[in-house]
């Protein structure tokens, strides 16, 4: 299996608290993604990183990406009750067309 | 503007049986891409297609079909099902030449028993 591995696996915040999120990938990438799932929903979109950028920015959502190491990470600032959901990093291959490999996702629940 | 829409949302089957998951975007997407999610397992692709005409096997095809006669509709068949088929499956679709993040039905849960 190529899929990458989310780390952890489960966080539990407060709100107003930063979460954070890791991934690792094992293939070359053209670039990295970044997915919500809320519970029973379908995925949706948050952030794309390219393999030749090194951070990015979206709101409160910052990612990085280490292409050296195969990993990236997402941070959420000022974490809501409203980000509980699960949070999947996707990469998408660099040889012709590529589709998304998905890790296996960080599950966050954020207290009031 | 729609989106992604699967049907249908929910579906029992009996093992044996065939059915056909329904997959449209009005987005004119030329990829579209089918995946099932498992507990534990994170989202595995099935089949995709990059345009009409055009599909092809991802990771775990084994027991779906799949064609591609519109941009617009991504249907997954399931021939003979199987207890090991139960497991929620999304369909998704993303603008052509790669970059660009993918837009993900709302799911459909199937249980085979």
Known sequence: SQQGEEDPQALSIQEGENATMNCSYKTSINNLQWYRQNSGRGLVHLILIRSNEREKHSGRLRVTLDTSKKSSSLLITASRAADTASYFCANEGNSGYSTLTFGKGTMLLVSP | NAGVTQTP??????????????????????????????????????????????????????GYNVSRSTTEDFPLRLLSAAPSQTSVYFCASSKQGGGYGYTFGSGTRLTVV
């Open chain 2, 9 to 62: 949302k929910f579906q029992v089957l009996k093992t044996g049986q065939s059915m056909t998951l329904q997959c449209a975007q009005d987005m004119n997407h030329e990829y579209m891409s089918w995946y099932r999610q498992d507990p534990g397992m994170g989202l595995r692709l099935i089949h995709y297609s990059v345009g009409a005409g055009i599909t092809d096997q991802g990771e775990v095809p084994n």
